[in-house]
């Protein structure tokens, strides 16, 4: 029988065997793909040091809204393929399309925009019509990595 954990990303409690990965000699077990790929990226921002603790640990959020303007607007079946694909995701907030804006609210500890990106290119190709490209836009920054970086603990990457 498998003991259960909690996923350091999400804190959901899982099975011990789930998603598992090992990182600085310790076992670590995840809800999903998305949360152990988010604590592979930036483990430090999950697990503290001695006497210090992760982000992660000490509740931290971040809160970050992206906006991307389509060249023409989704239909309301598109509308719909979208916001299943993207609620889907840990971490994602809230999704509003409207017109030709699509603006999605997402928590930066537990989804990146490029996680995000890389959705909505996967469901592009069941819109048709070129909309994987379209829903491809420039949709990480600098600044977002920055930030990540800023959190983490012992880290050593800091933005200049």
């Not at 990303?9 to 670590?28: K, P």
């Not at 697990?47 to 970050?64: D, M, W």
Request: aromatic share 6%; proline share 2%.
């Amino acid at each position: 029988m498998n003991k259960t954990v909690e996923d350091p990303v999400c804190h959901m409690s899982v099975s011990e065997t789930s998603f598992a990965t090992e990182y600085a000699g310790i076992r670590y077990a995840f809800c999903s793909a998305q949360c152990k790929e988010r604590f592979l990226e930036n483990p430090h921002l999950y697990v503290g040091s001695p006497g210090r603790k992760a982000a992660a640990q000490q509740g931290k959020q971040i809160i970050k809204q992206r906006r991307m303007v389509l060249s023409a607007p989704l239909d309301n079946g598109q509308t719909d393929i979208v916001k299943r694909a993207l609620r889907e995701m840990m971490g994602i907030i809230d999704i509003c399309i409207e017109g030709k804006a699509i603006d999605i609210r997402y928590d930066l500890m537990q989804v990146t925009a490029g996680q995000i990106a890389d959705r909505l290119a996967s469901v592009g190709s069941k819109l048709g019509n070129g909309w994987m490209e379209r829903l491809k836009l420039a949709f990480i920054n600098y600044q977002e990595e920055c930030e990540i970086g800023n959190l983490e603990v012992d880290s050593g990457k800091r933005c200049h």
